[in-house]
């Protein structure tokens, strides 16, 4: 385990479900982040929350909904997905404002979209 | 100018073989340059890192040279071991970009024994 613990670990939903992802830091870390992970693309970042704000929303769509309610949960809501949604959806945390230095991802949630 | 360039995409050795990859970047205020392993059904893992004061790195079998004037950095795997077969990515953090990291696009790397 790396710290940053992801549920759950596979997801099926149909197209008009309503389901969360749910990531959880027992690191003291103040930074959170969505990333999807698709084949053949790189990392791309979806949501950045420091200190339980929302300081980047990366033009994602809003069927994708983050929810931060404080520093150590950060949760994904999706609704009417489409099947291009269908990705490794990776959390991770850092100390605050970046902190690359610290940054550590989860083990993802393999979404399908059906 | 955000974009981190990572090549190639795959890759295939032989046991004790040294598998190179490289990575470009255009943001000279890009000021940290880590490489993240990933095995499947796993989230990306910090490897090594390295900061553009300094033109090289060392940390077991992992390698990272860093070329500051070319902006190009690359990781070399000493004696590699089918247990490196991996996915590897470059990122890079720092300037307007600070808490972000922009990712490589990934190099799948395969060693056989």
């Known amino acids: 385990e790396t710290g940053v613990t992801q549920t759950p670990r596979h997801l099926v939903m149909g197209m008009t479900n309503k389901k969360s992802l749910k990531c959880e830091q027992h690191?003291?870390?103040?930074?959170m982040y969505w990333y999807k992970q698709s084949a053949k693309k790189p990392l791309e970042l979806m949501f950045v929350y420091n200190f339980k704000e929302q300081t980047e929303n990366n033009s994602v769509p809003s069927r994708f909904s983050p929810e931060c309610p404080n520093s150590s949960h950060l949760f994904l809501h999706l609704h009417t997905l489409q099947p291009e949604d269908s990705a490794l959806y990776l959390c991770?945390?850092?100390?605050?404002?970046?902190?690359?230095?610290?940054?550590?991802f989860g083990s993802g949630t393999r979404l399908t979209v059906v | 100018q955000q974009q981190v360039k990572q090549s190639p995409q795959s890759l295939i050795v032989q046991k004790g073989g040294i598998p190179i990859i490289n990575c470009a970047y255009e943001?000279?205020?890009?000021?940290?340059f880590p490489w993240y392993q990933q095995f499947p059904g796993k989230g990306p893992a910090l490897l090594i890192a390295i900061r553009p004061d300094v033109s090289e790195k060392k940390e077991g079998r992992f390698t990272i040279s860093f070329n500051k004037s070319a902006k190009q950095f690359s990781l070399h795997i000493m004696d590699s071991q089918p247990g490196d077969s991996a996915t590897y990515f470059c990122a890079a953090v720092g300037g307007t970009s600070y808490g972000k990291l922009t990712f490589g696009q990934g190099t799948i790397l395969t060693v056989h024994p």
């Open positions: 991770a945390s850092s100390p605050p404002w970046g902190g690359a230095y610290g940054y550590t």
């Open positions: 943001n000279t205020a890009f000021d940290y």
């Open positions: 690191l003291g870390h103040n930074a």
